[in-house]
């Protein structure tokens, strides 16, 4: 213990983390003690009551009592990672116990020692074991266990059998008694006091909520469960609090600049939009009408407008695309320049290519970049088609004003792009648009700022839009055009013959032309060595599978996340053309594709993904007239986890589906990883609308 130590100080000042403990903190991002002390339980348990080992089932965290009979240090039975392993006895048999990543723990657990243990109990090969437990006490006489009453921790230490203990999210390399062990010395050391607490006094007081230093030995420590849910409060304000200040500096700093006042003629506005084959929505025109009052109204600033920073909010298939189009010839036709940005390379072609059709034999310009070197322009012989042109020309043609909509990835917002006048920036699925992109489009000779309008196609509560989008206005899509079908949705159970059933439905649509996705929850197959993992189909083995065993008659691809992105661009290329007729993928599909012949989707793993993430994947076979399929393949048998798959399949309307989702939401959905750049703790709070209005006004009265 060093008496220099400040909540500043690094992790390994004060402990010795092994090599893998290292890369696990590294990989959660935790560098200093306050980052440490910031890593909160995902749950409380009670400590329990030991149990005999005979009475241990697999799954289920215990606590049992015995006599360490042997133990050694070992390697793993895959990638010779180093543990520890021991076997411990008591009157009614044996178990092994297996510290993975943790090989010191066979000098503490050494023969001979009595001792309790708490951990999962885990099974592999019919033999159960006990992964990664806490040693919650050494040295002891079995005599001091009071027949189920206390547990002891420590020498001197009794802790109630019914008391809340944290339980602490795990990654390979850390238990969650070993965040137990160190926090516990952390809080000893009183280093919460030094820590400056982020939420005026004031604002504590106005909302009855516990100081920082308070929050975090009652967070880590709780005595009761007041004390742990009066912390989890504190921890949520917090987050959403400072999530509003940051969402309303960043409006604050883009408002600041003036844009272009456009002045829309309606008459010209309203022969484009007759050009579309289908009619608009009202939501549709809805939209329209509030991007172009932005467009000439707000306060002005130096003869300009106040720029728009809007959110344009639609399920898969409401019509976002003819919205970007209408109002980008809304502002092209009054002499100014659009930029439409796409998250990839594939979905930056679609959208040029609808562009070319919208303005075919209109005198406005579309033009394609891309960061891979893609640069294209309408064939001037048939204006339905397009040619490749030079990097050169095209920049050429955007400076001086000949090419009005210039679309393209994050290519646009590259240094060399020099805009004539830049009045009106489309984003499509950008959640992570941020402040620094935003400065990127602000034209450096004038200090114009272009109208922003953000879209996706992801429906996600009111809450959480005021808090993620805080600084945009929001127009919402929630019709579907005419004419579409819906998509027939259905919930799998694991046995063989109702699958296969399946796999003879997706061959008969696969030879009549159609094709499909199949999604996983993970990419490779799950770690022996974690006692937690998903316990899942992965993607790599699933197209093995199915390309060989399943469906050796057709081309079966992978895509995920892990690819090299021109890898990814060229499997999703030949999926859009035809070219592969089975996509296998993680969820990296869910957004930014548009493939309208693939017509069936199966989803392994159902319950793993949230409702607004398979509403989001269901989405992919929701592009055309034709019939579509969604196959909920499942594994649960758990009644809450088929509720929710009910309502998957019994749902139209994806805002709708969104509320139930964080309804029923638990926390660590999705092996605890943040969705929306929110923690659990965080989406806790989203589900709480007077505290997410509190800390929202907390924040505009601050800026």
């Known amino acids: 213990k060093s008496m220099a130590l400040t909540p500043s100080s690094l992790i390994t000042d004060r402990f010795r983390p092994n090599a893998a403990q290292l890369k696990a903190l590294d990989k959660l991002g935790l560098k200093t003690l306050a980052d440490l002390l910031r890593y909160f339980p995902a749950r409380y348990g009670a400590l329990g009551t030991a149990c005999k080992i005979k009475e241990l089932k697999v799954g289920e965290e215990a606590i049992i009592f015995g006599q360490v009979t042997k133990s050694e240090t070992k390697k793993a039975w895959r990638k010779k990672i180093p543990m520890a392993e021991a076997t411990v006895k008591d009157e009614t048999g044996q178990i092994k116990i297996i510290w993975f990543h943790q090989a010191y723990l066979a000098k503490r657990a050494s023969a001979g020692t009595s001792a309790y243990f708490r951990g999962r109990v885990a099974e592999r090969k019919g033999q159960i074991y006990l992964a990664n437990p806490e040693i919650m006490s050494q040295a002891i006489n079995e005599t001091k266990l009071a027949a189920g009453n206390s547990l002891f921790i420590g020498e001197d230490t009794a802790l109630s059998a019914s008391q809340s203990v944290p339980v602490y999210p795990e990654t390979r390399g850390l238990s969650s008694g070993w965040f137990h062990h160190h926090l516990k010395t952390i809080l000893e050391e009183n280093l919460p006091e030094q820590m400056v607490d982020p939420i005026p006094a004031e604002l504590l007081a106005k909302y009855h909520l516990p100081r920082l230093s308070t929050a975090l030995v009652w967070i880590h420590a709780p005595r009761r469960p007041a004390d742990a849910a009066a912390a989890r409060k504190r921890f949520s304000f917090e987050e959403i609090f400072l999530i509003q200040l940051a969402r309303l500096r960043d409006r604050a700093l883009y408002r600041a600049h003036s844009a272009a006042r456009i002045e829309v003629e309606t008459e010209k506005l309203a022969e484009f939009v007759k050009r579309f084959t289908f009619k608009l929505t009202a ?222 439905s997706i061959r008969e649509q696969l030879n009549a032309g159609r094709q499909a996705y199949v999604i996983c929850p993970r990419i490779n197959e799950p770690d022996p060595t974690k006692a937690n993992a998903l316990q899942t189909k992965s993607a790599k083995a699933e197209q093995t599978r199915l390309s060989e065993k399943v469906f050796p008659e057709f081309t079966v691809a992978l895509v995920h996340s892990k690819l090299k992105p021109k890898d990814k661009e ?134």
């Open 283 to 504: 939501a549709q025109e809805r939209a329209i009408a509030e991007i172009l009052k932005d467009f000439k109204g707000g306060s002005p600033r130096h003869g300009g407008a106040e720029p728009m920073t809007r959110l344009l909010e639609g399920d898969v298939g409401s019509g976002k695309t003819a919205v970007a189009a209408a109002t980008a010839d809304a502002a092209a036709t009054a002499g100014y320049e659009v930029g439409y940005m796409a998250p990839t390379e594939i979905l930056a072609r679609q959208h040029f290519e609808n562009f070319i059709e919208f303005f075919k034999n209109l005198n406005i310009q579309v033009g394609l970049i891309t960061s891979s070197g893609c640069y294209k322009f309408p064939a001037k012989v048939d204006r339905r088609g397009f040619t490749d042109i030079s990097r050169a020309q095209l920049l050429k043609w955007v400076a001086n004003g000949e090419i009005p909509i210039l679309i393209g990835t994050h290519a646009l917002i590259q240094k060399s792009v020099k805009w004539k006048n830049l009045a009106y920036a489309i984003i499509d699925e950008q959640h992570r648009f941020g402040t620094k992109q935003r400065a990127k489009l602000v034209q450096k000779n004038t200090g114009f700022a272009p109208h922003l309008l953000s879209m996706t196609a992801t429906p996600i509560p009111r809450t959480l839009a005021l808090t993620i989008y805080g600084d945009l206005d929001l127009s919402l899509l929630d019709e579907l055009p005419a004419g579409r079908k819906e998509i027939i949705t259905r919930i799998v159970p694991p046995s063989a013959p109702e699958r296969q059933q399946v796999y003879e």
């Open 570 to 703: 060229e499997i999703m290329a030949n999926f859009a053309s035809g070219k592969i007729k089975i996509l296998v993928a993680t969820s990296v599909v869910e957004v930014g594709v548009n493939v309208p012949n693939a017509t069936s989707i199966i989803i392994e793993g159902a319950e793993r993904f949230g409702l607004a993430q398979l509403h989001q994947l269901r989405g992919r076979v929701f592009r055309s007239s034709h019939q579509a399929y969604c196959y909920l393949f499942t594994e649960t048998k758990s009644e809450n986890s088929i509720k929710r798959l009910k309502a998957l399949a019994h749902a139209k309307n994806g805002f709708e589906l969104a509320e139930l989702d964080l309804a029923l939401r638990g926390a660590g959905l999705l092996s605890g990883e943040k969705q929306w750049g929110i923690s659990d703790l965080g989406m806790e709070a989203i589900k709480n609308i007077n505290l997410v209005t509190a800390a929202r006004q907390s924040a505009q009265a601050l800026t």
